[in-house]
Each structure stands twice: as C-alpha cells, then as structure tokens.
C-alpha cells in the first residue's frame, strides 16, 4: 500500500514562502499521480494541487494557480508543494494522497490513506 509522510509546514508571515515534502513509501511511488490537499480549519479537505507520473502534466485549484508549484523526484520517492506569496486563507494542514489528475480538483477522490499531515499557519 502506497503511504505518505508530509513534512516542512511551519508559521510563516503573510507574502512569505514555504516548501512542504511528501515522502512516499510502500510502493513505487512514480507508477501514480500524486496531489496535494488542503483542510483549513473547521472546512472540509479539498484538493490543491495534482502532479502526473512523470512531473507533467500538472493541475492546480484556482485558489493556488500561480503561487504555488507542485514537483517530484521519483527517485527519492519525493513531492514537494512550493509555497509563495502565502496568504492567511491558505492556514491549514496539508496532506498528499494518490489520486487521478484529471478534471476539476472536486473530482481527485484519493485512494490512498491520509498521513499526519503538515500544519502551515500564515500570520503576523
């Protein structure tokens, strides 16, 4: 079965950068996409960010298109989620998951497990 530990949340101010890492285990982690999800506090988990097998295509939520960039390096078992200009909207915790890519990111049901997740909380 094909797990996630994410990592590299933190406080951070508002406009500020952070880079979250996804390490995968259990399977080989380049045989599938790969997306990141968001829960913000007291809202329900939805989907962010999708990456594709081999790093391209990718798909973002319109709330992140531009601000944020999604990544991986299958040889590390290994996908990031850049973070910039962070706004406080974007508090949260943050969990990876595979799921398929295409459509609309209401439509990535994961069908892997949720990890621990990685908590970033934008504020002064």
């Known amino acids: 079965q094909l797990q996630f530990v994410e990592s590299g949340g933190g406080l951070v101010q508002p406009g500020g950068s952070l880079r979250l890492s996804c390490v995968a285990s259990?399977?080989?982690?380049?045989?599938?996409?790969i997306a990141w999800f968001h829960q913000a506090p007291g809202q329900e988990r939805e989907g962010i960010s999708c990456?594709?097998?081999?790093?391209?295509?990718?798909n973002y939520a319109n709330s992140v298109s531009g601000r944020f960039t999604i990544s991986r390096d299958n040889a590390k078992n290994t996908v990031y989620l850049q973070m910039n200009n962070l706004k406080p909207e974007d508090t949260g915790v943050y969990y990876c998951?595979?799921?398929?890519?295409?459509?609309?990111?209401?439509?990535?049901?994961?069908?892997?497990?949720w990890g621990q997740g990685t908590l970033v909380t934008v504020s002064s």
């Open positions: 259990g399977l080989p982690m380049a045989d599938y996409e």
């Open positions: 998951a595979g799921t398929g890519c295409a459509g609309r990111p209401g439509s990535w049901f994961p069908w892997t497990s």
């Open positions: 990456i594709s097998r081999r790093g391209s295509p990718t």
